[in-house]
């Protein structure tokens, strides 16, 4: 005697376009379209007397309730030829139902903040860190992955909760992963996988770090034309785009004095009654003092 199951889910070639005489093609089925159980091994010849087992599986792309027939068939002889099996009466039909669910947490915040602001003392400031609480809102255990990029972190990364039960992972921050003291942000997107379904999910993660810094309207400074023995004056606004105070001293980033003193005096000894000084670009360093 030889069992073997029929696909699980017929369906008439009219209903997938294939007026053009393309032979069926399962590749082409929509995969809301595709069936939902398999059984394997679909195909058993089974000796007198014995017992078989079979095993059946189910892969769903959408949520809901599912419901499919799988139909066995006797075939006799060898068995081996399609015709035969088509033409073989159903032993029996086994009814599959399912109701699918989409895997669902309920987390405590959806964007992780963290605000690092320069103090003056020398003291090394706490580990930043963050708990989020989670809940698993779905009626099916689930085990998840929590994924980080340093400057950020997560411990733990792997967790497991059962319906309804909840649990906390900590995300923490390193503000110390640039040295430039640069007011920045940084934006992250972390990432939540699942041990048995393809969905992603994310969760926001945000670091705002304050330095003493300075922001200058300017970071070079044209005189354009000036005459000799006199005096221009440009000015040069200055602000503090932050929250932490900036003292701060000026100093000069240009040739050496003696020399440009030297020019001056050769160019007075030539008798020069006019001179411009043309495209003179002075750069303009602010030093920070430290808080």
Known sequence: MQIMRPAAYTMHPSTLNTLSGKKFDINEVPSEQLPVFSISPEKLLLPPKEMATFVINGL??????VTEQLTCCVVGG???SAGAA???????????????SAPLLEFSQHCVEFAYVHASSSAQPPAMLQSVDVRNASPLPLSFMVKAVPPFSVSPSTLTLAPAEAGAFVV?????????????????????????SPQRDWLDAIATLDYPNLHFDAEAVDFG??????MRRVAVGVSNPGQVPVQYSWSWVSQDRSDTTQKGADMHHKQINRCCLRAVWCSIAATHVPC
Do not use: W
Request: glycine content about 6%; hydrophobic content about 35%; some cysteine.
């Open 60 to 65: 769903c792309h959408r949520a809901g309730a």
């Open 78 to 80: 060898n068995g081996n």
């Open 86 to 100: 088509s033409k073989a009466p159903p032993a029996f039909a086994v009814q599959l139902t399912a109701s699918v």
């Open 172 to 196: 923490g921050f390193d503000h110390h992963y640039r040295s430039d003291l640069m007011t920045h942000t940084v934006r992250q997107r972390l990432a939540i996988s699942y041990a048995d």
């Open 225 to 230: 034309c000036v005459q000799l023995d006199s």
